[in-house]
């Protein structure tokens, strides 16, 4: 059964403590997979695709990576500001052009 | 700002009711998703349009129901509304609504039915 899971659900570091948060995904023929920033009531702010195994990309103190299970988002160094709910979606064949999301990942950053 | 906008920003109504909430996609963008946000569901596709056909249809109940215009702006209808339906609506839009495109969302609509 394809299945979009984000790990931990919630996660409390220390300004300057670095951490990464996890993205599973068991699905068939993934097309794509989305990283997005959602602060509370607020829409998801979009952060990185990344479309093939091996693939990184960069955006100040973020680094999202992608392997054929799971995708990484690192947070380096981050400040209270990367506060924020950090969700996954993934773009699969089953699923035509639709993203299917995770729950998300509950950042707090404390000063 | 992603370019994507909805109104209202609250909606607050009484079980039963029937409400529309309305999105305008980015400029140049043909495709147009709306999903629902809950406490305990996470984001829910609903619905996608294109250039004002229906493409894809996720879980959305049957009270529901939306359309495209030819000015390629979104109305989501929501009728005989329940407790349960008390929500954020978000709408998003994409170039094509095709593959590995991305998806840029509005600010939501929060409807709270009493």
């Known amino acids: 059964e394809d299945q979009v899971t984000q790990s931990p659900e919630a996660l409390r570091l220390q300004e300057g403590e670095s951490s990464s948060l996890n993205c599973s995904y068991t699905?068939?023929?993934?097309?794509?997979l989305f990283w997005y920033r959602q602060d509370p009531g607020k829409g998801p702010e979009f952060l990185f695709t990344l479309y093939s195994a091996g693939e990184e990309k960069e955006k100040e103190r973020l680094k999202a990576t992608l392997t054929k299970k799971e995708s990484f988002l690192h947070i380096t160094a981050p400040k209270p500001e990367d506060s924020a709910t950090y969700l996954c979606?993934?773009?699969?064949?089953?699923?035509?052009?639709?993203?299917?999301f995770g729950p998300g990942t509950r950042l707090s950053v404390l000063p | 700002d992603s370019g994507v906008t909805q109104t209202p920003k609250h909606l607050i109504t009484a079980t039963g009711q029937r409400v529309t909430l309305r999105c305008s996609p980015r400029s140049g963008d043909l495709s147009v998703y709306w999903y629902q946000q809950s406490l305990d569901q996470g984001l829910q596709f609903l619905i996608q349009y294109y250039n004002g056909e229906e493409r894809a249809k996720g879980n959305i109940l049957e009270r529901f129901s939306a359309q495209q215009f030819p000015d390629l702006h979104s109305e989501l209808n929501l009728s005989s509304l329940e407790l349960g339906d008390s929500a954020l609506y978000f709408c998003?839009?994409?170039?094509?609504?095709?593959?590995?495109?991305?998806?840029?969302f509005g600010p939501g609509t929060r409807l709270l039915v009493l």
């Open positions: 998003a839009s994409s170039s094509t609504g095709g593959r590995q495109e991305t998806q840029y």
């Open positions: 979606a993934v773009q699969a064949r089953n699923y035509g052009q639709n993203f299917v």
């Open positions: 699905v068939s023929g993934l097309r794509g």
